[in-house]
């Protein structure tokens, strides 16, 4: 094949990898809902596994292909680490304990309080599925949207919260960057709320795993092209400028799956380009390891009204203690004296200094 042969085929793979990415994750999740609904696997979490693990590969080949900003594609190995370290910790032990156990016992104390309101059974079963669906979509956003603004305001949450926006680069893994309370405040506000209103199990499902690929690609440091899509979903073009540094870009598209409610309540933000810079100002070390990392976000921004946008209170800004995670000068509770997670936490250096 000659050069210029070999030009034009490489321009319209990548054209073809621009327009069509986003295309092909909603195919994914086609398959995966269709694969829930007629019962073509054993469990219904393979089905959202396999989309999982389908959608990573084709995030991972749009970013190394057509890369949005080059500097985010060089992620140190650190980070990466943790990141996987926090996508395991979600699938292998968050997610089942808040299915198996957490989530059926608020279910039942929900339907128990609620039945004498006559509040259950309003989900609208009787409609055709793609109407369900979109139903389940929006009440399900409806209730991580409003927790989402609250842990951007409330200083604890935002603690909790910060672990997710603190990287000062974005790709595909970032979505599953999550602390374990922010996952389990999500499913509360969101699945359970469905499976109270009396969605079908298959639906909710569905949901979780259309949640699972729109997160995949919405960090994606990809520059893809997603016109039309963008008038609902909460695409990487637009959730980019919700993790930007800077009060009047951050506080927009808190949207997880959709930005419809952005668009309702007035939170909607669309640029021309990226943000200049995302993470948070004065962003915390993120090469300390999965468990130090959650511990220095929650240590250093839940006493505090820091948000996105703001530095890092100055009593605690980059001054750790050198031996532990946590900021110097604050008492460590009981509960997070393991000499596993803190080596020299039984003698309370940080709470001496």
Known sequence: MQPTQ??????????????????????????????????WLPRPELAQMAAFAATALLAMSAERLLPFR????????????????????????????????????????GIAALRPLGVLQLFPAELPLPLQLLVAVLVAELGSYGMHRLAHRLPTLWGIHSFHHNPERLYWLNGFRVNPLNIAWHQLASVLVLRLLGAP?????MVATLAVVVATMQHCNAD???????????TAD????????????????????????????????????????????????????????????????????????????????????????????????????????????????????
């Open 70 to 109: 080059a500097d985010w594609a060089a992620v140190p190995g650190s980070q990466r680490r943790t990141d996987r370290a926090s996508l395991l910790s979600l699938f292998v032990l968050v997610d089942p304990l808040l299915k198996l156990v957490a989530l059926p016992a608020m279910l039942s104390l």
């Open 224 to 234: 893809l092209r997603y016109d039309g899509w963008n008038l609902f979903f909460g």
């Open 238 to 353: 637009l959730h980019r400028w919700h993790h930007a540094v800077g009060e009047s870009e951050h506080d927009s598209n808190f949207g997880s799956v959709t930005i419809f409610w952005d668009r309702v309540l007035g939170t909607y933000r669309r640029g021309h380009s990226g943000p200049a810079q995302v993470g948070i100002a004065g962003a915390l070390p993120t090469n300390q390891g999965y468990l130090s990392e959650l511990l220095q976000a929650y240590w250093t921004y839940s006493g505090t009204s820091t948000a996105p946008g703001a530095s890092a209170p100055a009593e605690v800004e980059h001054s750790y203690c050198s031996t532990c995670p946590l900021p110097r000068g604050r008492r460590i509770p009981l509960s997070l004296r393991v000499r596993s997670w803190i080596p020299s936490a039984v003698s309370g250096c940080c709470a001496r200094s």
């Open 201 to 205: 199990v298959e639906i909710v499902q």
């Open 6 to 39: 070999l030009s034009r085929a490489g321009s319209l793979y990548r054209a073809a990898t621009r327009w069509l990415s986003f295309p092909a994750a909603m195919a994914i999740f086609a398959t995966a809902a269709g694969a829930i609904h007629q019962g």
